[in-house]
């Protein structure tokens, strides 16, 4: 059981807008510790999205953009393309474990 | 341009003992956090340990303290992760990664290719 809970999936068609909800608690989202994101497209290792206070990585596009309210994080895409499939993943700092921890993961499907 | 380059696949049989490295280039290796994150089959990511290697100060996550050892040789720029002995379940895809950003704030923002572990008799 992750400390921060993903939905295992989501689910829209090319051109549509989704989001990914990362919810946490008072000892890491709630803290206001930062949340990043992260995109693992099949059989490729992970990469860096989104990071510290909603900059996006070098080379993504502004399709991609994140928020965050209370003890959630949310990641929007829009305008949803095919290559976008994947598994995203959202990460931030717990106090209580003192160490960082990752969401359990998202599969997006573009229909 | 940053690059870390992992070691290949391994196979091994439960008991045995194992290695596998992390290679990196292209930035100050003692000037950034790098560490482990382990990928089972179908599975989410999970971190294990990450190392600075200016000082060598480890920290792991506590499933995984006393389980692996990470280390690092800056002579070579290269991190290690090592099992003394190998479990079926620790079968899985593992991921160096460099980390960016103050303590609290740390993100990944380079990763390795990832080294496939099968352990099985």
């Known amino acids: 059981q992750s400390v921060l809970t993903q939905p295992p999936s989501v689910s829209g068609a090319p051109g549509q807008r989704v989001t990914i909800s990362c919810t946490g608690s008072?000892?890491?989202?709630?803290?206001?510790?930062?949340v990043h994101w992260y995109q693992q497209l099949p059989g490729a290792a992970p990469k860096l999205l989104i990071y510290?206070?909603?900059n996006r990585a070098s080379g993504v596009p502004d399709r991609f953009s994140d928020s965050k309210s209370g003890t959630s994080a949310s990641l929007a895409i829009t305008g949803l393309q095919a290559e976008d499939e994947g598994d995203y993943y959202c990460?931030?700092?717990?106090?209580?474990?003192?160490?960082?921890?990752f969401g359990g993961g998202t599969k997006l499907t573009v229909l | 341009e940053v690059q870390l380059v992992q070691s290949g696949a391994e196979v091994k049989k439960p008991g045995e003992s194992l290695q596998i490295s992390c290679k990196a280039s292209?930035?100050?290796?003692?000037?950034?956090?790098i560490g482990w994150v382990r990928q089972m089959p179908g599975k989410g990511l999970e971190w294990m340990a990450i190392?600075?290697?200016?000082?060598?100060?480890?920290r792991y996550t506590p499933s995984f303290q006393g389980q692996v050892t990470i280390s690092v040789d800056k002579s070579i720029s290269t991190a290690y992760l090592q099992w003394t002995i190998l479990k079926a379940s620790d079968s899985a895809m593992y991921y160096c990664?460099?980390?960016?950003?103050?303590?609290?704030?740390?993100?990944?923002?380079?990763w390795g290719q990832g080294t496939l572990v099968t352990v099985s008799s």
């Open positions: 990664a460099r980390m960016s950003g103050a303590a609290a704030s740390r993100f990944i923002d380079y």
């Open positions: 292209g930035y100050s290796f003692t000037s950034y956090w």
């Open positions: 190392i600075y290697p200016g000082d060598s100060d480890t």
């Open positions: 008072s000892s890491n989202i709630g803290a206001r510790y930062d």
């Open positions: 510290g206070n909603s």
């Open positions: 990460q931030s700092y717990d106090s209580s474990l003192s160490g960082s921890v």
